[in-house]
């Protein structure tokens, strides 16, 4: 008799109003196991939802403190980090390219090997050529879309 007092009144009612609750718990607990990493290989071994593809992060260090113009030693000290998503150790290669005036010139260029899940900070010291009164330096790594730029002014032209 308690039990159908707090179910409301006996009969199709209360089954019904058991059901809801039910469902509802099954869809807390599902959505709380999926998130969970256990939930996200299950959903993904079942084809639901594709692995995430590792990338590599570029990005400039200290960007908050980039100089705008070349100063006037010539010699730009230029800091970056790359962040290797991958949980395998991975290499890439970085170009550190000038693109004032009617060429490309790279003014660094090297390759880095970063453990899984880790960031490597690159700092190179460069003369950008000024071929124009603003200068534009880009940070690409190889097979990569997404370089970064810095544009610069430059007081000897």
């Known amino acids: ?40 290989s299950a959903i993904r071994s ?6 995430e593809s590792p990338f590599f992060a570029l990005y400039f260090s200290a960007s908050s403190q980039l100089p705008t113009e070349v100063p006037k030693t010539d010699l730009l000290r230029v800091a970056f ?30 390759s880095v090997t970063i453990p899984g899940d880790h960031i490597v900070k690159l700092v190179r010291v460069v003369r950008p050529r000024c071929a124009a009164p603003r200068t534009e330096l880009v940070v690409a790594l190889a097979h990569q879309p997404s370089p970064i730029t810095l544009w610069l ?3 000897r032209k």
């Open 46 to 51: 079942i084809g639901f939802r594709a692995a």
């Open 153 to 155: 002014t430059c007081s």
């Open 81 to 110: 980090g790359v962040q290797n998503t991958d949980s395998q150790t991975r290499s890439v290669s970085w170009s550190l390219v000038d693109t004032s005036g009617t060429s490309h010139v790279t003014l660094a260029s090297g």
């Open 1 to 40: 008799m308690r039990v159908h007092r707090w179910l409301g009144a006996p009969g199709g009612r209360a089954r019904l109003r058991v059901a809801r609750v039910f469902t509802l718990v099954i869809i807390a607990a599902a959505l709380i196991v999926g998130q969970s990493k256990v939930g996200q």
